[in-house]
């Protein structure tokens, strides 16, 4: 958060620590290293204080012994120098430029995109900064929202522009910025009983066009498969400062189960930020596995793929509650997945008259 | 046989001949062509340029005409007509010499399946260099008479070579035929690629042209190299694998007047004190005549050969492709990672000599990984392409444990899978096949497990290139880390803390902590040898200190012409040298040249090391089999030896007048003892005048051997065996 944020000599001196564990290694002879935490469901632990999943004691230490590591270090070098001269020039850059710019690097420029952002990833989680302390800026495409919720958006000019998410935006909603922080929105006002995230573009759609953001008095947000950062952070700003529970709609497979996990509990890979983009009070609404025996859904088989994501799930702390486990092992003994829009089985309809107020009055929402 | 049988026998046997279906009968008739302007050409000593023509007859079901025409010698028009038409049947006898023909009926066959099958003549245009014009003419046969039908026979100027410039020499054959065209493992341009690969010294054109006109395949397999093969030499039969009706028709048909004569002179590997232990053995008196011997005295004679000790059969009558050959014909006909190939010593089974060649590539882009890896089987330079399953040669194959090699072989036995092709070549004066349609080679324990050698030889061979494969990558891997990236990170960070450069000596050292052998062979165009280098890094925190072995390709020609280090010779084809100790962080580095050796004939060697720990980038040498290839090496030497003894006292013994020389006269008798050969007188006189250091006018027992030695006196027959 922007009040924790740290100051330009903080963060560089953090990121020469970087340079500096490098350059003592080699100074005793031995081969250069980077340490970090270890970034997988093996390695994070449910932080009790935050209520979220951040990652545990253990660390790897990544040391030039083999060409790719070493090529990582280089990398890790020259990007170090490249957020020290934009700090310097007070210039961002996004993490799409910085990859082209890394052409101009030699030895150490990128290989893809991919590595790019992970190795920006890797100095925010070994420097403790956020990325944009580093005035790099995400390529990724905030999500979209609708319902009856004021904010105020800096614009370009530095003007603060107020805008209601209902009544001042189109039928695509209220586009969500890359940084969502309080220096870039406020959050002013709402008259709504809770926040519903929605998976797929067409459910979103689905749910706008029949009026159910007004309907059942809640805030529409369309999270593009896995969320982005500032989806989660935002969900989590006005869970956490209007007190409004946050309800997941997502498909029925693996993969909307990781969904959830990030929103509420922390994604892996993002972990040593969990406690900025989690919000732990979020609820999974469905489609659950007994949906589609009880709604009889049109199912798809299980792929090869979805067993090996729901059994690696299953030893996922995140996914340690029974409640979770009985969900996975009941997937996997029906070998059934549905989609959202399964529900399109009983009409358009269906999904706001029905399915949506009796699986929200189980939790107490009435519509 | 009878006369009027001919196109009846024919008829019967066309599954042996190999006319038994369309698809065969047209590699039969290529085959046929090819191997008589192969042979024509070998023993005229012209580097072959072979061309096969098939065109599809349009209008007409299952009809090709085969066109082929060659470079050769050209047939004189008085034997035109005997070769192409008149069935010779029965083996030549008295001829043991590893030859092509021993498949098939030859080109006649060819016109005799044309005539039966289109009621067609084949026309032959030959052109000897004497004459100013080439002979053309159309043959059929009188399967009555056995004999040619000769028709429009004229001379011509126009016969052309593939690039229409008048031929000088050669012979060309069109014989329309029912036959069917295809393509694939069982095809007319599979056999003449498999040819190419064993006839390195042959280019051949291929084109297949539909009966529109359209070019269906066609390729060019060129020479890769300009050397002929040795001419095989015919040698007498050996008295081991003789069997009792082949001695007694030789004793029938012989004109010695003595049995002691007719042992001398009848086969090779029988010495004086040899011939007398038989006879004793057999109860046979030396003075009968060969025609009187019962058949009871000839049995006994047959077992005594297997008691008495007899000379091995002269080898060197066989002509190898050698190992360097086989990989250029190899390479050229398939893109590959990796050709390895062996030529084994000649070995004598059943009193054959044979001797047996294979080859191996490995890294295949054109085919899948996951089928069986390709055969090609050849007996005496002619491809086998029929009957893979029960031939020897497969057999062999099969019996080798290919799994350690590194290729796949489900259940540990049979045909490995890979993307690999096999060669295997057989050369012998007698290979014995399973049939009569002599495409699979019959068993035989001692030709099996000379297979089995080579095949383990160049299975250790594709293991170390794969093992070295993966080294070199790695190292590639960290020679790039410490000379590149390494320096950069120190670059790198100490200029963004503003800090001095680390030492990366011993950040080095730590991150290698191997020692690491780089090697390559160049070939430099204008001294015309082949440079090797071998450097052995020491990236650990100790000195190190090794004897490095390298493969180089040890043949008659090839010489070492710069090598400091010196070294000497650990086995054929390995020489070795002791290095200076390598301090920790340098380099240790052998350089060699090699004259005599042709560009491409050396691309790559393997490097082996003595002492402790691992290199990366070479094997320790494996003791083991370095003591094997030791052991066979003196015993070839000592046989060598023992055998080069026995001829010579067989020799001396013809020292009548006990003078401690020969003379002419006894030279010539002694050269027809053991191992049958006729000398001329005057060739005797000149060997004595070149050998005879003391002026004694006779040759001693040193100086003969001196003369059986010498490359000059091979050139004049002695201590060759010459063409009968």
């Known amino acids: 958060m922007m009040s924790e944020a740290k100051s330009r000599e903080e963060v560089i001196e953090s990121l020469n620590q970087v340079a500096a564990e490098m350059h003592d290694k080699m100074l005793k002879g031995q081969p250069p290293t980077m340490t970090l935490p270890v970034r997988s469901k093996t390695n994070i632990e449910f932080n009790k204080k935050l209520g979220v999943y951040k990652y545990g004691k253990k660390q790897t230490i990544r040391d030039a012994t083999s060409l790719g590591s070493a090529r990582q270090l280089l990398r890790a070098l020259h990007v170090i120098d490249f957020i020290e001269e934009m700090i310097d020039t007070a210039k961002s850059s996004t993490l799409r430029e910085m990859y082209y710019i890394s052409e101009g690097w030699g030895l150490g420029k990128f290989g893809t995109q991919n590595e790019s952002n992970n190795i920006a990833e890797d100095l925010e989680i070994v420097t403790r900064c956020m990325r944009e302390d580093f005035k790099l800026r995400p390529e990724e495409d905030g999500a979209r929202m609708i319902g009856n919720v004021t904010i105020e958006e800096r614009n370009r000019r530095g003007d603060w522009m107020r805008i209601n998410c209902r009544d001042d935006v189109g039928d695509s909603g209220y586009g969500l910025p890359y940084n969502v922080e309080p220096e870039k929105i406020r959050l002013i006002d709402q008259d709504i009983d809770f926040i519903m995230a929605i998976e797929t573009g067409g459910m979103f759609d689905r749910l706008v066009e029949n009026g159910f953001d007004e309907a059942a008095r809640c805030a529409l947000i369309h999270l593009k498969g896995q969320p982005a950062r500032s989806t989660r952070r935002m969900i989590k700003r006005m869970s956490e400062t209007w007190g409004k529970p946050v309800m997941v709609f997502a498909d029925c497979d693996p993969w909307s189960f990781r969904i959830f996990a990030s929103i509420a509990y922390g994604a892996i890979k993002t972990a040593h930020i969990s406690e900025y983009l989690a919000t732990p009070s979020s609820t999974y609404l469905g489609i659950t596995a007994d949906d589609i025996l009880a709604y009889d859904l049109p199912s798809d088989k299980l792929t090869p793929k979805d067993i090996e994501a729901l059994k690696a799930e299953l030893t996922d702390p995140r996914f340690a509650t029974s409640e979770w486990q009985d969900q996975i092992n009941m997937m996997l003994d029906e070998g059934k997945k549905a989609e959202q829009q399964a529900l399109a089985k009983y009409g358009l309809d269906f999904v706001t008259d029905t399915y949506l107020p009796e699986k929200l009055a189980e939790y107490g929402l009435s519509i | 046989m009878k006369q009027a049988s001919i196109s009846e026998f024919f008829e019967k046997n066309k599954h042996f ?379 062999a194959i099969e019996s080798v444990s290919w799994k350690g090699y590194g290729l796949e072989q489900p259940g540990g036995k049979g045909v490995p899978k890979g993307a690999a092709t096999i060669l295997v070549h057989l ?112 990236y650990t925190a100790r000195p190190r200190a090794y004897s490095i072995l390298a493969q180089y390709p040890e043949t008659d020609t090839a010489t070492f012409v710069e090598n400091e280090l010196g070294g000497r010779r650990e086995v054929k084809g390995i020489w070795c040298w002791k290095l200076d100790t390598i301090p920790p962080g340098e380099a240790g580095n052998i350089e060699f040249s090699i004259q005599g050796l042709e560009h491409n004939d050396w691309n790559a060697t393997e490097v082996f090391f003595r002492g402790s720990g691992d290199i990366i980038g070479a094997s320790k040498i494996d003791e083991e089999i370095l003591e094997q290839i030791r052991t066979e090496e003196e015993i070839a030497t000592k046989k060598a030896l023992e055998e080069s003894n026995m001829a010579l006292d067989d020799a001396m013994n013809h020292d009548v007048d006990n003078s401690g020389g020969l003379d002419a006269e006894e030279l010539q008798k002694a050269m027809m003892g053991p191992i049958g050969e006729r000398l001329e007188h005057s060739d005797a006189e000149e060997a004595i005048a070149q050998h005879d250091v003391d002026d004694s006018g006779t040759l001693d027992r040193k100086e003969l051997l001196d003369a059986t030695q010498s490359d000059t006196s091979r050139q004049s027959g002695l201590g060759e065996w010459g063409d009968e």
């Open chain 2, 427 to 538: 050369a012998s004066t007698n290979v014995q096949f399973t049939s009569e349609a002599k495409e699979a080679v019959a068993d035989n324990e001692e030709v099996f497990n000379e297979i089995r050698l080579a095949l383990q030889e160049v299975g250790r061979h594709l293991k170390n290139h794969r093992k070295k494969s993966a080294q070199k990558a790695k190292a590639q891997e960290k020679f790039e880390l410490v000379n590149e990236i390494l320096p950069a990170i120190s670059t790198k960070a100490s200029s963004l803390l503003g800090r001095d450069e680390p030492d990366l000596a011993p950040v080095i050292t730590r991150i290698m902590n191997a020692v690491f052998c780089e090697d390559e062979v160049t070939w430099d165009k204008e001294a015309k040898v082949h440079r090797c280098r071998i450097k052995i890094h020491n």
């Open chain 2, 17 to 395: 001949l190999g006319y038994d279906t369309l698809q065969r009968s047209i590699i039969t008739a290529v085959k046929e062509a090819v191997d008589n302007s192969l042979d024509a050409c070998e023993e005229h000593r012209i580097l072959p340029d072979i061309t096969i023509e098939l065109r599809r007859v349009p209008n007409k079901k299952d009809r090709i005409i085969m066109v082929s025409q060659d470079n050769g010698p050209g047939i004189p028009s008085k034997s035109i007509e005997k070769v192409f038409g008149s069935l010779l049947f029965g083996s030549r006898f008295h001829t043991i010499r590893q030859t092509r023909g021993q498949q098939g009926i030859g080109i006649t066959g060819v016109v005799m399946y044309s005539q039966l099958t289109t009621g067609k003549t084949t026309r032959v245009t030959s052109k000897i260099t004497k004459e100013a014009t080439a002979l053309k003419m159309d043959i059929g046969l009188d399967t009555k008479k056995n004999a040619a039908l000769v028709s429009n026979r004229e001379r011509t100027h126009d016969f052309l070579d593939y690039n229409g410039i008048p031929v000088e020499h050669g012979l060309k054959v069109e014989a329309p035929m029912k036959a069917k065209f295809q393509r694939g493992r069982k095809s007319v341009g599979q056999y003449l690629r498999m040819t190419s690969i064993v006839n390195p010294h042959a280019t051949i054109r291929y084109r297949a042209i539909d009966d529109n006109g359209e070019i269906i395949e066609e390729f060019v397999a060129e020479r890769v190299t300009d050397r002929l093969p040795r001419p095989v030499r015919s040698i007498k039969p050996h008295p081991h694998g003789l069997e009792i009706g082949a001695l007694n028709r030789l004793l029938r048909d012989s004109t010695e007047r003595r049995m002691s004569l007719f042992l001398r002179h009848t086969f090779s590997g029988v010495p004086m004190r040899a011939m007398k232990e038989t006879l004793a053995h057999a109860e046979v008196d030396p003075a009968t005549t060969p025609n009187e011997v019962s058949p009871e005295e000839a049995q006994r004679i047959l077992n005594a050969f297997n008691t008495v000790r007899l000379m091995a059969p002269p080898t060197d009558c066989l002509s190898p492709i050698e190992d360097l050959l086989i990989k250029k014909g190899l390479s050229k006909s398939v893109d590959s990672a990796f050709v390895a190939t062996v030529t084994r010593p000649p070995n004598v089974s059943l009193g054959n000599p044979f001797q047996v060649e294979v080859g191996l590539i490995f890294g295949r882009e054109d085919v899948p990984a996951d089928g069986a890896v390709d055969v090609l089987r050849f007996a005496n330079r002619v491809p086998l392409m029929y009957q893979q399953g029960g031939c020897l040669l497969t057999k």
